[in-house]
């Protein structure tokens, strides 16, 4: 191929990326791979592109809260992350339910709204208004409170806090430095509290998929880490999406097939977790879907999976639905453990191997063609 056949695919390609990334609306955010997601979705923790490009690069994460300006951690103006910037708030329609959202969020028990800028103008180019009553005071994020976008506050306008008195009210984790997190963010590899004593003694990190009981790496009963603990899902509506999403996960993407009835045994998990509406099969983690704490369910209905396809070369598939490597086939062995692997063989190996070691002294020399027995 010459050099200008180079320059024409060459523009080619960029003249697709580039309509792949029109086809994305104002308040979507273009992935790498011309995926188009709600804008929300950057930066929030979650990898919704496939590629992560969505979680590079971030500012900040979607909804976190600081405070600048105070003499202390517990005081100053606020600033809220939304779709990967730092924004101050107008204290306009500041009032205290606002403020008592925000101090919640960071941990404290008591809170006093403060106005017209008193700790400094932040560090933000932009600035949001609460708008039609702002927050009801029961939210535990200010992102839940209703707000638009100011366009008459200025500099001197800004909104701060003052919260006192640290407390974690349930579910919240409260961090060694007395800030308070979500407590789904405990052992989700993000220093949330920013002082990492929320990643501490971490067997494992939210939303980890790990495959137990199988023969091959790529199939098992499906364990998921969630509040720093691994559990099993229940099989009652386990389907081919929720096995499509595992397989994603764990790096399969040939095939994937979901089993039932605790197929490859119960595994040693803590807890049980059960889906409810289950996956669509385009999330890249199993933690996405919709998860509870089943009722009903015993440890022989657990879900598994088999992230490939048994019928290929190299797999033998026996009738159980079990897979075993094709060289266990007619070995002597009952390697399936229902004998399927042993029918129709005319010879094992095995028996090939007894009958020359019944001969007592004899000896096979091997020639070109074959062996020849003394």
Known sequence: MNKKAYILLG??????????????????????????????????????????????LCVCYEGEVRLLGGAMAAQGTVELCAKNQWDTICSQLWTTSDAKVVCRQLGYNASYPVYNSYYGSGSSSYSWINVAGGCVGNETRILFCRRGLSNTCTSSQLAGVRCSNPYCPSPNFQCANGHCVNYNWRCDGYDDCKDNSDEYGCSCLRGEVKLVGGTFPAEGTVEVCDDNMWGTVCDTLWTSNDAKVVCKQLGYTSASVPLYNSFFGSGKAEITWSDVGGCRGSESSIISCRFTTPVDCNNSSFAGVRCFDCSSSGYFYCKNEHCITAAYHCDGADDCGDGSDELGCSISSSQVANTIGGVGAGVAIIVAMGCIFL
Do not use: K, M, W
């Open 11 to 56: 523009a080619l390609a960029l003249s697709l990326f580039t309509h792949a990334q029109a086809l994305c609306l104002s308040n979507q955010f273009t992935c790498s791979n011309g995926i188009c997601i709600p804008a929300l979705f950057q930066c929030d923790r979650y990898n919704h592109c496939g590629d992560s490009s969505d979680e590079v």
